[in-house]
């Protein structure tokens, strides 16, 4: 006879633990320190579905599958919707009711979240400079596994026949003329940087509407600093291929 008790909803989604885990740092808490809190986690949430979807993606990619890869690429394209989306929420916050918490972060920032590193290694970024908020450890190792992994855009390169070294544009050129399966999942990858450039583009102005040009938590020069990293397609041959047509 086993003692286990009965699998609930709320044991195996581990809700009490869930809950804990919102901390205001004030003594007397700020109203949004909680929003703020809440919207962060659930961030880094998406961010490790994004990773666990990015390895399947890139599987598919590997064995010729398209249709699992468009399946996959349409998810992630969901779930980058619903992290852009959730900025309007944030924005709910008023700059004056940021700055009511804002000091007791100290040098805690954004910057240093390291799934979102990951998730840069993952789609191509190859800079070192990634790696210098993180000390040694599993997180880190993380970051520096996904560097040196081929990346998403590899996969999709090896997937269209681009043989390692050569301009893309021609075969995706001929992909776009021939093969309308395999120009769908040029499309859903169009999506996929779309989507984060997006991401980026309302992270920006986000910031922006909430301390303005003030530095950064973490040291980094905020806004200004976000702004370089707009507007860089991960996938470029599938924005050049445009011109072509």
Do not use: N
Request: net charge neutral; with cysteine.
């Amino acid at each position: 006879m086993t003692t286990d008790k009965a699998l609930t909803y709320t044991s195996y989604l581990r809700i009490g633990e869930l809950l804990d885990l919102q901390s205001p740092r004030s003594v007397e808490p700020e109203h949004d320190e909680l929003l703020f809190i809440v919207i962060h986690q659930v961030y880094e949430l998406w961010f490790k579905q994004l990773l666990h979807e990015a390895v399947r993606l890139q599987r598919t990619l590997g064995e010729g599958d398209a249709r699992a890869a468009l399946h996959t690429l349409t998810r992630m394209r969901s779930i980058l919707k619903t992290v852009v989306a959730q900025v309007d929420i944030l924005e709910t916050m008023t700059p004056l009711s940021f700055a009511g918490f804002r000091g007791r972060l100290e040098s805690a920032s954004g910057f240093q979240s390291a799934q979102f590193r990951e998730w840069e290694a993952v789609l191509g970024r190859r800079d070192p400079s990634m790696l210098e908020p993180h000390p040694a450890g599993p997180a880190r190792d993380r970051i520096e596994a996904a560097m040196s992994r081929p990346s998403l855009y590899d996969s999709f390169l090896g997937f269209a026949g681009v043989p390692p070294g050569q301009d893309p544009v021609p075969a995706l050129t001929r992909i776009y003329a021939e093969d309308a399966l395999v120009a769908m999942v040029c499309e859903r990858m169009v999506d996929l940087d779309e989507g984060v450039q997006e991401w980026r583009y309302r992270h920006v102005k986000m910031v922006e509407r909430t301390i303005g040009a003030k530095t950064g938590t973490g040291g980094s020069t905020g806004a200004d600093y976000l702004r370089k990293t707009l507007f860089r397609p991960a996938f470029p041959a599938l924005w050049e291929v445009r011109a072509r047509f």
